[in-house]
């Protein structure tokens, strides 16, 4: 009987036990619903009109007044600040230009601080153009107007020496010295250069067509692909740079007069050219 009653008695702890864990269980589910009730509530009561801190900064950002046009900043106390216009620079863009110019008055075509360069004039008509902006005077590119409006504009600060004839945009990884498929020189040259006797190196002289005719022949051997090492200096024989291929070498007019002397033009063009090469040659 003893038996009996603890197991009746075990068994009565169990279940009063059992219903504490129960009750527990529903507590907490009854406030978990309670706090959702009221997260849902809080939520359905916030409106547009209460946004959060970080998007409220940005509303407000968005709502403030842009008069960049006028140049004016509203203050708070309803007064005005002037403020400094800003300047729109357009994307930076690759070109490259096509010019002529006579290098008499010039000392060479890059430019050289303190002396008068081909390039030194240019890059200043680019900038009084607006072709350039100030911080890329070193580098050209930066262009802020249309590319038809340029060329006007860039003749009239240049000297009647440099002319500017087309400017066309290119891609960024364009390179005209590697890029090109060949350059063409023309050097103009009193005819009396090729006098046979030094005695006739005077205005008075007049190329005769046997002196003009062996000259074409002359020119005639430098075309093709030829060792120019004697035509440049620090090139040897053996190196393959030494080698360049010349297209064609002629005479590319008549002969004509200016100022009482006559002149003679002659156009070498070829893929590539050492330095003094041409000049040489001549």
């Not at 008499?104 to 890059?123: A, F, H, W």
């Not at 005639?220 to 291929?245: I, L």
């Not at 007069?257 to 070498?268: A, G, K, S, T, Y």
């Amino acid at each position: 009987m003893e038996n009996d009653k603890n197991v009746d008695h075990e068994e009565i702890k169990e279940q009063e036990s059992a219903k504490r864990a129960i009750e527990e269980v529903d507590d907490d589910s009854k406030n978990i619903d309670e706090r959702n009730k009221k997260l849902k509530s809080e939520n359905t009561n916030k409106t547009d009109h209460d946004p959060d801190p970080m998007t409220c900064d940005l509303v407000e950002n968005d709502k403030s007044e842009k008069t960049d046009e006028i140049n004016v900043e509203k203050k708070e106390d309803g007064g005005q600040k002037k403020v400094k216009p800003k300047i729109n620079y357009s994307k930076k863009k690759k070109c490259v230009l096509l010019l002529s110019y006579c290098g008499s008055g010039y000392n060479g075509m890059q430019r050289n601080p303190g002396v008068k360069t081909i390039e030194e004039d240019l890059t200043n008509a680019l900038f009084k153009a607006r072709a350039i902006s100030e911080d890329a005077s070193r580098n050209y590119g930066k262009h802020m107007v249309p590319f038809k409006e340029l060329l006007p504009d860039i003749n009239k600060h240049l000297e009647p020496k440099i002319r500017v004839f087309a400017l066309k945009q290119v891609t960024r990884g364009f390179d005209c010295k590697t890029r090109c498929s060949s350059r063409t020189y023309e050097y103009i040259l009193p005819t009396f250069a090729f006098s046979p006797t030094f005695a006739h190196t005077t205005r008075d002289f007049r190329i005769t067509n046997e002196i003009l005719n062996e000259l074409k022949l002359v020119l005639k051997k430098y075309e093709g692909t030829k060792n120019f090492h004697n035509f440049t200096s620090g090139k040897d024989f053996k190196e393959e740079s030494a080698k360049r291929y010349i297209i064609r070498f002629q005479v590319a007019s008549e002969p004509f007069l200016e100022r009482n002397m006559e002149f003679l033009v002659l156009q070498v063009q070829g893929q590539s050219f050492m330095q003094h090469q041409i000049r040489k040659m001549i």
